[in-house]
């Protein structure tokens, strides 16, 4: 079955680590994207990609980066500059680019959690 | 910057009863998405309206869009306590290339 894979469920992380939450799609979707929630509040866009090899920064960026090496792989780093990292993040990709996926939406995986410890 | 905020926040109904969730937004939108969330989980994609639409229909959803007041509302009817989740609506706003969730609404159904 196609779908989107996050992993892994539950990340813990020390003061001053990087960690890297993995997202991967067998659907052929041109786009990925990653979110942030957190208690009470809606998505928050971090980075999104639209195409192999370039990505966007949403509203969150700092002290994120990513990567899209391969069509399948959307990589989220969360770096020692993010002072405030515990959330449950979650990835979702789209078949077209441009303008969201008409008709079908987006698909999500199903999230991990983070915890700074 | 999320783009619109629904209402109410949370909402909790008897099984059977019809639940209605607003949303409201602050740009032109190319079309508004609504999504449940299940406690912990991904989101799921429930139904699209586009932007020239004013209802549509899937099953026991029924989506309004009101374009010139910026708001649309979702209705699940005849509810089940498998309808408990949070639900959200997003908007993909005009030249844009991505989704802008508001802050959802936590539905409960009571069997």
């Known amino acids: 079955d196609g779908g989107i894979t996050q992993s892994p469920k539950y990340l813990f992380r020390k003061e001053g680590q990087n960690v890297t939450l993995s997202c991967e799609q067998n659907l052929n979707h041109d786009a990925m994207y990653w979110y942030r929630q957190d208690p009470g509040q809606g998505l928050r866009l971090i980075y999104y990609?639209?195409?192999?090899?370039?990505?966007q920064k949403g509203d969150i960026a700092e002290g994120y980066s990513v990567s899209r090496e391969k069509k399948e792989s959307f990589p989220l780093t969360v770096t020692s500059a993010q002072k405030n990292p515990t959330a449950f993040y979650l990835c979702?990709?789209?078949?077209?680019?441009?303008?969201?996926?008409?008709?079908?939406?987006?698909?999500f995986g199903s999230g991990t959690r983070l915890t700074v410890v | 910057s999320q783009q619109g905020e629904e209402d109410p926040q949370a909402l909790s109904i008897q099984e059977g009863e019809n639940a209605t969730m607003n949303c409201s937004y602050k740009?032109?939108?190319?079309?508004l998405q609504w999504y449940r969330q299940n406690s912990g989980r991904g989101l799921v994609h429930l139904i699209l309206i586009r932007s020239n639409e004013r209802e549509k229909h899937s099953g026991r959803l029924r989506v309004t869009l009101d374009t010139s007041k910026k708001s649309s509302s979702l209705l699940i009817t005849a509810s089940r306590a498998a309808d408990t989740a949070s639900y959200f609506c997003a908007t993909v706003r005009t030249g844009a290339n991505n989704l802008f969730f508001g802050t959802g609404t936590r539905l409960t159904v009571i069997p």
């Open positions: 979702a990709s789209s078949p077209y680019a441009l303008q969201g996926a008409e008709g079908r939406g987006y698909t």
């Open positions: 740009t032109s939108i190319n079309n």
């Open positions: 990609s639209q195409i192999v090899n370039d990505f």
